[in-house]
């Protein structure tokens, strides 16, 4: 292909120097993968990363040997070049399918069977034709078959952002274009890996493009990804891994306001672990810490995706209930005191833990704040710890 640049200077973009092109770009994307990979601190993502660099690097070594074609052994450029393709997009093709929290265990199985296809077939019509332009249809095929699937579903399936669902699209066109240079190439013996044909230079032009798109696309998603999880788990309490108290307030906020305008009711319960600093004392902090862990989660559970929950500080916790009333509410905060209670613990199986629940539920009211709730449920549960404990108490 030939392009016209400044000055009317015409430069040549060949498919040899484009595969080339290729490999030092994938060679850069690899490298940059690690620098990358060494500075990250999300373990799950650590593992993407290195995946992802790991496709690259074979993905550049398959092109070095497809570069060298007629320099160095075919069976190292023709056999382990294309072989080494298969796999390094295999490769990519899982992690779009892991990047998508919706896919399911038998797409990835689908993958691995799609890749044993791929490189048995063309191995058998390397051995009985050993043509070009069959060997440029069944790499195409070959590389169709193993990515369509993930692309497919990373824009149907997919509850990622925009970009990640535009680079599916451009990922898609570039799969039809590989699809038309395989039909091509069947019907025209004359085509081979270097023939500087319209189509192929055209799909070498957007594999180029794509490998741009993608190996950036994929670092940018992965960092704003990270920028997610750390957004996310600045809102947690970083021990019991439920909200914390500025979320909870924040959040809450919002609902009352949503519930004073439609007259709606709200709940509040302040939960409290009795005598915990008994528990520290004798058994020591770390099994404290356990214990309200435990207690944490069984609050968590205990609530509606709604509702909204916190540790509030200490042994304190806090739950708001949208759109329930008082009934209801004393209703919840008895399941949790009896869950709770009924808690069998593996590190010191005769401790026994429970729990006094304070209960204040009514209508929100323009000349009140969302903290006259708050007074109102830690009222409650002074009287439920005054009274006994182990016990829900309303106002």
């Known amino acids: 292909m030939h392009y016209q640049i ?32 060494l500075y990250h601190k999300s373990d799950h993502e650590k593992k993407l990363i290195q995946r992802f660099g790991i496709a690259k690097t074979l993905q550049a070594t398959a092109w070095l040997f497809l570069f060298l074609r007629g ?9 382990f070049g294309n072989i080494l393709l298969f796999i390094s997009f295999y490769l990519d093709s899982l992690l779009v399918l892991k990047m998508n929290k919706k896919t399911k265990m038998i797409w990835f199985r689908l993958q691995s069977a799609l890749l044993a296809l791929s490189i048995i077939l063309f191995l058998v019509f390397e051995i009985l034709l050993g043509t070009g332009n069959i060997r440029i249809a069944m790499a195409s095929l070959g590389v169709f078959c193993v990515l369509v699937i993930p692309y497919l579903l990373n824009i149907t399936n997919n509850p990622g952002s925009r970009f990640e669902k535009f680079i599916g699209v451009i990922n898609l066109f570039f799969l039809t274009l590989l699809l038309l240079r ?48 750390l957004k996310e788990s600045s809102n947690l309490d970083p021990l019991t891994q439920i909200h914390n108290r500025r979320y909870f307030m924040n959040k809450a906020e919002t609902y009352y306001q949503r519930a004073l305008r439609g007259q709606e009711s709200l709940s509040f319960l302040f939960v409290d672990i009795d005598l915990f600093k008994k528990v520290n004392d004798i058994y020591g902090h770390l099994f404290g810490d356990e214990v309200l862990k435990i207690v944490a989660r069984v609050i968590s559970e205990s609530v509606r995706p709604v509702d909204l929950c916190c540790r509030f500080g200490g042994e304190e916790f806090l739950i708001l209930l949208y759109k329930t009333n008082n009934e209801q509410a004393v209703l919840v905060g008895n399941r949790i005191r009896q869950t ?11 401790f026994k833990c429970t729990v006094s629940v304070g209960v204040y539920s009514g209508l929100p009211d323009s000349d009140k704040t969302i903290q006259h709730f708050i007074d109102n449920a830690d009222q409650a549960l002074y009287r439920a710890k005054e009274s006994g404990r182990n016990r829900v108490v309303s106002l």
Do not use: H
């Open 6 to 37: 400044l000055l009317g200077v015409t430069v040549t973009l060949d498919v040899k120097t484009m595969i080339g092109i290729l490999f030092l770009g994938n060679l850069a994307l690899a490298f940059l993968t690690l620098r990358y990979y």
């Open 71 to 79: 320099d160095i052994s075919d069976i190292i450029s023709v056999y």
């Open 182 to 229: 395989a039909v091509n190439s069947l019907l025209n013996a004359d085509i081979n890996l270097l023939t500087n044909s319209f189509l192929q230079s055209l799909t070498f032009v957007l594999l180029l493009l794509l490998m741009f798109v993608n190996g950036t696309g994929f670092l940018l998603i992965m960092y704003e990804r990270s920028y997610e999880l």
């Open 340 to 350: 709770v209670e009924n808690l069998v613990f593996e590190e010191n199986r005769e």
